[in-house]
């Protein structure tokens, strides 16, 4: 069992930073992979978009419309995964979610291959 907690969310101008993370309960983070995804307001019937992923050999991967702006990094000695999101624009605006799977091998941007999630934090980006 894994708990998760986002915290880094908030107010930021377009073209601003923010820095997220998820801070993660047990004794075996290091085993699991971590994501992060979000989900745009005004359109709950919408799947949650992925956005970055790192393995827990510390392979990342990244959603085309994030890549070159957000880094995924983690520290496995804090429990921590990170999401530096640097450049924001307006529709990056969304309540953002961390997840974890110890599932090595289903596809890594895909909503069922994590078990765990967190309860989200909003980011909003003004323009």
């Known amino acids: 069992q894994v708990q998760l907690v986002e915290s880094g969310g908030g107010l930021v101008q377009a073209g601003g930073s923010l820095r997220l993370s998820c801070a993660a309960s047990g004794r075996t983070f290091s085993s699991y992979a971590m994501g992060w995804f979000r989900q745009a307001p005004g359109n709950p019937g919408k799947d949650r978009e992925f956005?970055?992923?790192?393995?827990?050999?510390?392979?990342?991967n990244y959603a085309d419309s994030v890549k070159g702006r957000f880094t995924i990094s983690r520290d496995n000695a804090k429990n921590t995964v990170y999401l530096q999101m640097n450049s924001l624009k307006p529709e990056d605006t969304a309540v953002y979610y961390c997840a974890a799977t110890l599932d090595h091998y289903r596809y890594y941007d895909a909503i069922p291959t994590y078990k765990y999630w967190g309860q989200g934090t909003q980011v909003t980006v003004s323009s």
């Open positions: 956005v970055a992923r790192i393995s827990r050999s510390e392979t990342t």
